[in-house]
């Protein structure tokens, strides 16, 4: 292969609708849009600069979102090209369509817009030797992160034959386990977490994907005419009729030229509320604090306010956020059922 | 006397600013302004409706208040005078000033407009009891209490002579005690709680009131005149000049004819949410909930959402409220602490 740096290009997928920090997330702020990384910069915004940081031109990144997201995108990422899908179809087929607005010889990395990374350099220099190796090798190039802990909301990477420091081919995707298993892999030390993030050669993608799903492969050929305004138009009729699937199960369970790279780098997929709080500063008796947020005599508490005070009393190892939106306490190790509550006020609303 | 039914009237205080339901209680809608009371009406429309089942006439009903909520009282008690007070002076000038409204050979009942009673058979027969005795002789009639709990947030009567069933003198107002000598007093049956409602001639009142604050007494000869429009601009300048204070300060702590009918009626001040939450309905997981309310896996609570969804995830016998204004998180055990809460809010909002 010839690929060069001018070749690379970045893949920022900002579709999601997470709704894991209901009531702050809503569907026109999911996850990835609200300021939950570090030096209070929306994940997505921090995705475009570790890109930025790690020497990525940004007129070599591209956002794929949903339409209606596409200017909090932009505002986000300025200068960068901000892709609509007509509509939700997965990852797969939106990493198809953005793949084929770069060039035949890209490499490319695909990174989620709602993880959360602070060691920069780390993950330049990861970054860096998954180019290269993709450049080298027509391998599809996995992050692997070492589990700190038996996470039954992962996919897991099963290691395969080592081929270099830190570098393995992977034997297996694997998809969420049940708690016993993910006690079992993880004290194997066998496997690593998938978190999401890949980079390979467009050229190997695509003939990954053709191998098993040549109706999505067939979005190769779209995109290197039309700009961002006209894209999800000129998508729609190709991209309705694809099915819904992620690159995982598309491509990454299938492909025998997958690799993983252990990261070297801090990850979190910041599942929760609680996740979100164990990287950020606390005040002197523990709180994580945000907004208009007003704790007292509170201990260990998560306490945002967005525009309406949240006053917590009295309280240790809580969760209470308040927004015009709804109202959520709960306590921190409960902050990954928060969707519970969030289908129990829609389904209120809705009746 | 010659005092007939015709020649009753009732005062209704309303000019409270109870912040003990914040965030829910505003100075816009403060306590006796939210729907508190049994079937869910404002606890001034239950006071005033009490009143009228008492046998009370409306055109002899008077609401004594702040100038900026006399709407809101006017629209819970419709076809009743509402007072306006030019400014703060606590109770005994506010009970002077609308007491100069009624004719001088009325027997009054003063009625705080946010305490909760259910039993209205009983209280009627007790406030016709009270009208009876205070028609009679020119006697101070108070409403005691029998003391549930050594509580240190109100009053007490200790008990003089015995005159008849449940009537007694008062051998003496008492101040709010503290935890040790309010358990004393409990324990010895001769003390009942003060519930701040009162009985008496007019002419009595104004004779008691002028032995120890003459200054106040003289708004004897001010409200015969002009109709409640009027009325706050009218006292303005007699007004002004009084101190502020309570009536127990000024007339009952020193007066020789204070009697006490022990209540036959259930009653409560609603003190905190807590206290509210007791005497509610509950659904099948002992929750108590008001509005936009949605708890889920959650047993004891108290959950009120004004406007905004409140959903508490997990939680036992907490107080979660949630309201444009601002969103507590407390324990039910807690909640008679909801100042400390409040005042935080103000002093972050001041700063």
Chains 1, 2 share one sequence.
């Not at 031109?57 to 901000?82: F, K, M, W």
């Not at 030797?129 to 992160?145: H, K, N, Q, S």
């Not at 998560?302 to 308040?322: E, F, K, S, T, W």
Request: overall charge negative; proline content about 6%; some cysteine.
């Amino acid at each position: 292969m010839t690929s060069t740096t001018a070749d690379r290009g970045v893949i920022i997928l900002a579709g999601g609708r997470g709704e894991r920090f209901w009531p702050w997330s809503t569907a026109a702020r999911p996850k990835q849009l609200l300021p939950l990384a570090s030096g209070g910069r929306t994940l997505l915004r921090a995705t475009f600069e570790r890109a930025l940081r790690a020497g990525i031109d940004r007129d070599r990144i591209a956002v794929i979102t949903s339409q209606d997201l596409r200017e909090a995108c932009q505002h986000e990422c300025p200068g960068v090209r901000i892709y609509g899908e007509p509509m939700m179809r997965n990852t797969a087929p939106a990493i198809a369509a953005a793949s084929s607005t770069f060039g035949q010889e890209s490499a490319l990395a695909v990174l989620p817009s709602d993880h959360a990374i602070d060691d920069e350099t780390a993950f330049a220099a990861d970054l860096e030797r998954a180019f290269a190796l993709a450049a080298r090798e027509a391998v599809l190039v996995t992050f692997g992160i070492r589990p700190r802990a038996p996470e039954t909301n992962f996919g897991y990477l099963h290691l395969g034959a080592r081929l270099a420091e830190r570098l393995h081919r992977v034997a297996q995707f694997k998809e969420k386990p049940d708690r016993a298993t993910a006690e079992v892999w993880v004290a194997s030390g066998e496997y690593l977490w998938n978190s999401g993030m890949f980079v390979w050669g467009r050229r190997t993608f695509f003939d990954a994907l053709r191998a098993f799903h040549p109706e999505i492969a067939a979005l190769e050929s779209f995109g290197l005419g039309g700009g961002p305004e006209a894209f999800a138009q000129a998508l729609k009729p190709r991209f309705e009729p694809l099915p819904s699937i992620s690159v995982d199960y598309a491509v990454l369970e299938h492909a025998p030229n997958v690799v993983t790279i252990e990261a070297a780098f801090d990850w979190d997929d910041l599942g929760s509320w609680g996740a979100w709080a164990r990287r950020q500063p606390r005040d002197a008796r523990g709180n994580v604090t945000w907004g208009s947020a007003v704790p007292v005599d509170c201990d260990g508490c998560v306490v945002v306010g967005d525009g309406i005070p949240a006053a917590p009393l009295g309280l240790r190892d809580m969760v209470v956020v308040a927004t015009p939106n709804g109202t959520l306490a709960c306590r921190i190790e409960d902050s990954d059922q928060v969707r519970r509550a969030t289908e129990a006020v829609r389904a209120r609303a809705a009746s």
